[in-house]
């Protein structure tokens, strides 16, 4: 079993919806990251989370430490939101840059 | 934020050859990372680019097949050397600006093709 699970693997959603991506971890953290990688490969760092809320735009993150859970949000879908969404967690106490990370979550918005 | 440059962005190789990645930032930066995504798959640290002495490696990664260098606080280069097809994969720069944000950051990657 992955330390770091997301669900869903795959979501297409029709432009203007609510999303909903999910993110359970087993190990304790010092902080979790969502990431965001365009089809060319490119990743660009969205949020970095270790309690509480954070909302960036359309973008909202939460965590649960006690549930061990994150959530990201998008508000108002947008075709352009359309790839992959990637949860990191850093271990508690781990080297800076060896993060856990999932599988990613690959969205497609439909106009 | 940090901005993150990789040249090249992409490269299609033969076996047998190296490939140098270059990683440039835009301002100085306490920690550089290198990581692999195969296809279809999760990133995997190779290594902690450490400046002016030799890099950490994680387990499964050795100097010889992926030398890495870091001058100064704003560049790195990463090396695949003796490329295979299994080398085929987007090579991903990373920071962290500072230990007081600890907020990471990444490159565009270089897409490599192996044939």
């Known amino acids: 079993k992955n330390e770091v699970e997301q669900s869903p693997q795959n979501l297409t959603a029709q432009e203007g919806e609510f999303i909903t991506i999910n993110c359970s971890y087993s190990v304790g953290i010092s902080a979790l990251h969502w990431l965001q990688q365009h089809p060319g490969g490119g990743i660009v760092s969205l949020f970095m989370?270790?309690?509480g809320k954070k909302k960036h735009g359309r973008l909202i993150a939460t965590i649960n430490i006690q549930e061990k859970h994150s959530s990201l949000h998008i508000t108002a879908s947008h075709p352009r939101d359309s790839a992959v969404y990637i949860c990191a967690a850093r271990n508690y106490g781990g080297s800076q840059g060896n993060l856990i990370f999932g599988k990613g979550t690959k969205l497609s918005v439909k106009p | 934020s940090a901005v993150i440059s990789q040249k090249p962005s992409r490269d299609i190789c033969q076996r047998g050859t190296s490939l140098t990645i270059q990683c440039q930032v835009d301002?100085?930066?306490?920690?550089m990372f290198w990581y692999r995504q195969q296809p279809g798959q999760s990133l995997t640290l190779i290594a902690t680019a450490n400046q002016g002495s030799e890099a950490t490696y994680e387990s499964g990664f050795v100097i010889d097949k992926f030398p890495i260098s870091r001058p100064n606080l704003t560049f790195s280069t990463l090396t695949v050397s003796n490329m295979s097809p299994e080398d085929s994969s987007i090579y991903l720069c990373?920071?962290?600006?500072?230990?007081?944000?600890?907020?990471?950051?990444f490159g565009p990657g270089t897409r490599l093709t192996v044939l």
């Open positions: 990373s920071v962290v600006r500072d230990h007081v944000t600890n907020e990471q950051f």
């Open positions: 301002s100085q930066v306490t920690m």
């Open positions: 989370l270790s309690s």
